[in-house]
Structures are given as structure tokens and as C-alpha cells.
């Protein structure tokens, strides 16, 4: 399962990219207003700084001004993937685009039924949120899974995404049940690599070699 960072934040991609860990990016037009600053901008730096899959958020609501969003962000970057809304009107110029060859994103998906549609109009990938599933008193792991196995069940290529993450358990729990990618926050990432167990081990090493080295030089000296 490949490991997406959920942000337009380049400090916190730069971060995460030293650890050589990121798979890609995917941002919504939430995480770019975050930044204030001129959009096209904002995707160009990260389009250019990550090396996977950036997904860039169209926002016109109607089909074709989609699709001639859609036709721009996709010409920004070789490795731009194209997010449109779970909507009727995202449907059709998610297939259109598709027909042109350019890869899509369903974003906002939070049923089965929805990402049979996503893999229907041939999605390059689709984005089931389950946070935000959870948050309604719904079971957003049990949706992945559904998802997951009507895929492998149809051998529909589109790959799932594993989005809105709040926790570690999420992400675990994503890659057992097969998500091709998981995106999450960068705070999710920071709580993936720490244990307290780690530290507590790190502390006693450490302590153990200053102990060690003086004796060693304690020894040097009275010899
Ligand atoms: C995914 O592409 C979305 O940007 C994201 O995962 C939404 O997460 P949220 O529910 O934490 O806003």
C-alpha cells in the first residue's frame, strides 16, 4: 500500500519526503485555501516536489466547465491525477476525461454503491472517506472493505484510496484490507513513527553507551 500525505502544505511534503516513505500527495480545495495563496501556484510547487501521484480538486460544478478544468490541471504536471466530486455532473466528465486519457480521482465517495459507478466510468482511482463515514455514526472500514472485494470480485483496475484518515488504526487497517494507497494528514504520518516503547528503548541504549564510554576513559586515565 502506498503512503499519501493529505496536504498542500510543501513544508510538511518536504518533511515526509525525507523519510523516503511518500508515495504522493492529494489535496482538496480546503488544504490549498489553507495557504493563501494563488492556487496555480500551490500545485505547481508540489506537482514539481513530489515524484508519485499529486491529485489536484477541480471545483466547477457543471460537466463541462469540469472538463476544461480538468484538461488544465491535468496539463500541469506529468503526474497530475484530476479530482472530480461524486456527482452526477463529475460522472460524466470523469468519463469524459478518461476518454481523453487523462487519470481521474472520484473524490467524495462514501458508499460501495457510489464506487461502482467510480469504476463504471473507468476512475484511475477512487477515494472512499472514511473519517468522515465514522463521523456520521457509520462504519467507514466496513465500506473499504466492501469496496475492495467488489473490485478483486469485478477485476475493475481502479485503485482504491483509503482517504480521510484520523489515526494510526485507520491506516493499519486500510492496508489489511487491501487499499491500494492510504492518504492522511500529516500528523497521522508523525503518529505512525512513534512509540513509546521506541523512545523508552532509545533512552536506555543511550544511557547504557555513556555509561560504557566513562568507565572506558576512566580506566584510560588510571592505567
Ligand atoms: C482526500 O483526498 C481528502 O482530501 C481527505 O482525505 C479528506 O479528509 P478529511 O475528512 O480529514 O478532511
Keep these: 500500500m502506498k503512503l499519501f500525505l493529505d496536504t498542500a502544505s510543501i513544508e510538511e511534503i518536504r518533511a515526509i519526503k525525507r523519510w523516503g516513505v511518500l508515495g504522493g500527495v492529494t489535496t482538496n480545495p480546503t488544504l490549498v485555501g489553507r495557504e493563501r495563496q494563488d492556487p496555480e501556484h500551490v500545485w505547481k510547487r508540489i506537482l514539481d516536489e513530489v515524484d508519485g501521484d499529486v491529485s489536484l480538486e477541480t471545483t466547477a460544478v457543471e460537466a463541462e466547465a469540469m472538463v476544461e478544468e480538468g484538461r488544465a490541471l491535468a496539463a500541469m504536471g506529468r503526474n ?20 481523453e486519457g487523462i487519470r481521474i ?38 465500506a473499504l472493505r466492501q469496496i475492495v472485494e467488489i473490485y478483486r470480485a469485478q477485476g475493475y483496475p481502479t485503485k482504491v484510496l483509503a482517504a480521510s484518515l484520523r489515526h494510526p488504526m485507520h491506516v493499519v487497517e486500510a ?35 555513556q555509561q560504557l564510554r566513562r568507565e572506558l576513559e576512566g580506566e584510560a586515565r588510571s592505567s
Design 175 to 209: 492496508a489489511r484490507a487491501g487499499a491500494d494507497i492510504a492518504t492522511m494528514p500529516y500528523e497521522v504520518f508523525t503518529k505512525l513513527v512513534s512509540h513509546p516503547l521506541t523512545d523508552l528503548g532509545l533512552e536506555r541504549f543511550l544511557a547504557d553507551w
Design 105 to 142: 480521482n472520484v473524490t467524495l465517495v462514501f458508499s460501495p454503491a457510489q464506487a461502482l459507478l467510480a469504476a463504471e466510468i473507468g476512475a484511475y482511482v477512487v477515494s472512499p472517506f472514511l473519517g468522515r463515514i465514522d463521523d456520521v455514526a457509520g462504519d467507514g472500514m466496513h
Design 80 to 99: 497530475a491525477v484530476v479530482k472530480v466530486p461524486m456527482t452526477p455532473a463529475g460522472l460524466e466528465a470523469g468519463r469524459r476525461l478518461t476518454d
